[in-house]
């Protein structure tokens, strides 16, 4: 089976750094996603991670370690409208046009 | 910008009755998946279809079936609604391997 776990819910201050992490544990691997979706509208996509290591884009980097089945999504200068959930998903088996699996999503509530 | 269009943002229907939700997109997407997003359950995929005509199982394909008579449209068909079907259900599209699209969301609702 597939599972991939992240935390349910997160607060962090308006201005801060907030990581939020993903284990997965899944029969094949061929890319991890980040997608952030505002209440009550569709998940838009972040970052893709195929590869071990960093990628950024502006204030959103996403990590990635394939030996230890690990991604985080790492939010710098928090604003409020960051407050949103964000879902982790992995594309699995390593080829083909197979749908992704996606984590439960974890809720981050920005404070001021 | 890719735009997946889904019909209806809300729906509410009785119990036992059929159940269309329409989705189309207009970046001629050989992909396209059909979730549902429950509270603590997150997104789960009920159908996938990576052609015209063809269609794959998902996680939750029991209560529903789906039709792709077009490349750009993928309906989901509820054929007798049930109560443990309210849910939000989203659509989305991918070419190849690349990122989903997703469309708003239909959140339908059955008494």
């Known amino acids: 089976g597939q599972n991939i776990d992240q935390p349910t819910e997160m607060t962090a201050t308006e201005g801060a750094i907030v990581q939020i992490n993903c284990t997965y544990q899944t029969s094949g691997f061929n890319g991890l996603f980040w997608y952030q979706q505002h209440a009550g509208e569709a998940p838009t996509f972040l970052s893709y991670n195929v590869l071990d290591g960093l990628e950024e884009k502006g204030r959103f980097s996403s990590f990635l370690s394939r030996s230890k089945g690990y991604s985080y999504l790492l939010l710098k200068e928090l604003q409020m409208k960051d407050s949103a959930s964000y879902l982790c998903?992995?594309?699995?088996?390593?080829?083909?046009?197979?749908?992704?699996?996606f984590g439960k999503g974890t809720r981050l509530s920005v404070i001021a | 910008d890719v735009k997946v269009t889904q019909s209806s943002r809300y729906l509410v229907k009785r119990t036992g009755e059929k159940v269309f939700l329409e989705c189309v997109q207009d970046m001629d997407h050989e992909n396209m998946f059909w979730y549902r997003q429950d509270p603590g359950l997150g997104l789960r995929l009920i159908y996938f279809s990576y052609d015209v005509k063809m269609k794959e199982k998902g996680d939750i394909p029991e209560g529903y079936s789906v039709s792709r008579e077009k490349k750009e449209r993928f309906s989901l068909i509820l054929e007798s609604a049930s109560t443990n079907q309210t849910s939000m259900y989203l659509c989305?599209?991918?070419?190849?391997?690349?990122?989903?699209?997703f469309g708003a969301g239909s959140r339908l609702t059955v008494l």
């Open positions: 989305a599209s991918r070419s190849g391997a690349n990122v989903l699209t």
């Open positions: 998903a992995v594309r699995v088996p390593a080829s083909g046009n197979t749908p992704l699996v």
